[in-house]
C-alpha cells in the first residue's frame, strides 16, 4: 500500500500558488485510483496556518506542516531540509509537488537523500494493474512517456496547467508542526531581495489566462506599402500591460528579433512557440498577424479555446486550426482592444 504525500509551499504572501491546488487535486485523484486510505497535505513556509484552514476539505488524512520564519523564503538548503523531514515524517513512498520554480530547484535533490527517485514535468498519472504511471512528454513534446517506477520513495512534481486546481470550503483544519533543525550552516545565505525584470519586459506569463502570439505580419508592409514596427511595439505592449496576457511569437517573428532589426525587441526565442518552442497550458489564445502553419500550431495543442486575426481568410487557422478567425487588420483589431480596455470594458 503506498503512502501518499502531498508537499507544497506556500509563497511569499501567505497564499498557496494554483499549481498547489492542482497537485492536491493530482494527489487524491491518485490516492483515489491507487485504493490507497488517503494522502496526506505537508506544507512548508512561514505562517501556514490561512493555507491549511484553506485546504480544511480537501479530503486529506492529515496535515503535516514545517512552518518557521526560516521557510518563510525559497533558499535551497533550509527547503531541502523541510521537505526531507515532512517527507520522513510522513514516511512517503509516493510524494506529489508542484513544479514550481521554488520545488523544481530542490526536491530532485531531496529525492537523492531519501534514497528515492524523482520525475519532473508530469503532465498525467493514471493507476494500471495497481500500479501507478506517470505521463511526461520527450524531445521537445513529440514523444509522450508514461513511466512506472519500483523506487522509492518516488516525487513526481506535476506540470502548472496539467491537472484541474482542486477548488473547495475553507474551514478549519489542525496540522502536526515537526521541527525542523535549521543551524547557522542552512541560514547563512540571506535573500536580501528579488531583481526581476519590470512588469512591461516580463512577457512569459504562465499563470496567465490568455496567450497572446504575434507573428511576422507586425513586420510586414501593410496597406500603405511601408512597414510599421513602431506602432506594433506600441499597440502589443500596451496590450500586454493591460490585459497581463503571457506573450508568445512566432518562429518567424522571433528569429528577425535575434537578428538585432529594430522590432519587438521584447521578443526572444524563449516566446517562440511551437514545434522547436514552447507548447503552453493557457485557457484561451489569441494568434495576431501569424499564418497558423503547422509547425508553429502544434505548439498550441494545450490551447483550450483558440483564436486568430489574419488579413487573409485563407491562412492556416482558417483551415481548422482556430475556433474564431477574425478575417481583420491586427492593427485596427488591437488598437480597438486597447482603447476598449482602457476604459474598463
Ligand atoms: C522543422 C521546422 C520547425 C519549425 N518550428 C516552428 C516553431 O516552433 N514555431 C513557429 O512559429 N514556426 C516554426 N516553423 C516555421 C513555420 O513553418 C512558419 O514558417 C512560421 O510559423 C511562420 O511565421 P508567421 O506565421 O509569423 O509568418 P508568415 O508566414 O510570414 O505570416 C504572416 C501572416 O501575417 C498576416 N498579416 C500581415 N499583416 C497583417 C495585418 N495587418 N493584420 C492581420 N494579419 C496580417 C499575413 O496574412 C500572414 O498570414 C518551423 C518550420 C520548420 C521547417
Known amino acids: 500500500m503506498e503512502t501518499i504525500l502531498v508537499l507544497l509551499h506556500n509563497d511569499a504572501d501567505g497564499a498557496l500558488p494554483k499549481a498547489a491546488l492542482e497537485a492536491v487535486a493530482a494527489g487524491a485523484r491518485i490516492s483515489g485510483e491507487l485504493g490507497a486510505e488517503g ?14 484552514d484553506g485546504l480544511a476539505t480537501c479530503g486529506a488524512l492529515r496535515f503535516v506542516a514545517a512552518d518557521a520564519p526560516e521557510f518563510g523564503q525559497s533558499r535551497y538548503a533550509t527547503d531541502a531540509a523541510a521537505a526531507e523531514a515532512v517527507a520522513r515524517h510522513v514516511g512517503a513512498t509516493v510524494i506529489v509537488a508542484p513544479m514550481t520554480s521554488r520545488f523544481a530547484r530542490v526536491l530532485p535533490g531531496v529525492a537523492d537523500r531519501l534514497g528515492g527517485c524523482v520525475d519532473t514535468h508530469a503532465t498525467g498519472f493514471g493507476v494500471a494493474d495497481g500500479a501507478l504511471g506517470v505521463t511526461r512528454w520527450f524531445y521537445r513534446q513529440r514523444m509522450e512517456g508514461t513511466l512506472r517506477r519500483t523506487e522509492r520513495p518516488w516525487m513526481v512534481l506535476i506540470d502548472p496547467g496539467a491537472c484541474p486546481a482542486w477548488s473547495g470550503a475553507g474551514g478549519h483544519a489542525s496540522a502536526e508542526v515537526i521541527t525542523v533543525p535549521c543551524g547557522p550552516s542552512l541560514t547563512r545565505t540571506t535573500v536580501t531581495g528579488i531583481e526581476a525584470p ?6 512569459i506569463r504562465p499563470d496567465a489566462d490568455l496567450l497572446f502570439v504575434a507573428g511576422a505580419g507586425w ?22 500591460k493591460k490585459s497581463r496576457a503571457s506573450l508568445g511569437g ?72 482556430a475556433d474564431v478567425l477574425y478575417v481583420a487588420d491586427a492593427f485596427a483589431v488591437m488598437k480597438h482592444v486597447n482603447d476598449l480596455l482602457a476604459d474598463g470594458q
Open 39 to 52: 494522502f496526506t497535505v505537508g506544507l512548508i513556509g512561514h505562517a501556514l496556518q490561512p493555507a491549511i
Open 198 to 203: 519590470a512588469a512591461e519586459q516580463q512577457t
Open 219 to 240: 513586420t510586414k508592409k501593410q496597406a500603405d506599402g511601408l512597414p510599421h514596427p513602431a506602432e506594433a511595439e506600441a499597440y502589443i505592449l500596451d496590450f500586454l
Open 250 to 321: 512566432s518562429k518567424s517573428l522571433v528569429d528577425l528579433s535575434g537578428e538585432g532589426q529594430p522590432i519587438l525587441r521584447f521578443m526572444t526565442h524563449l516566446n517562440q512557440i511551437g514545434q522547436t518552442g514552447a507548447s503552453p497550458r493557457h485557457p484561451k489564445g489569441l494568434a495576431t498577424c501569424c499564418h497558423g502553419e503547422e509547425p508553429h500550431v502544434v505548439g498550441w495543442r494545450f490551447v483550450t479555446e483558440r483564436r486568430a486575426v489574419n488579413l487573409d481568410p485563407n491562412c492556416g487557422w482558417g483551415r481548422g486550426k
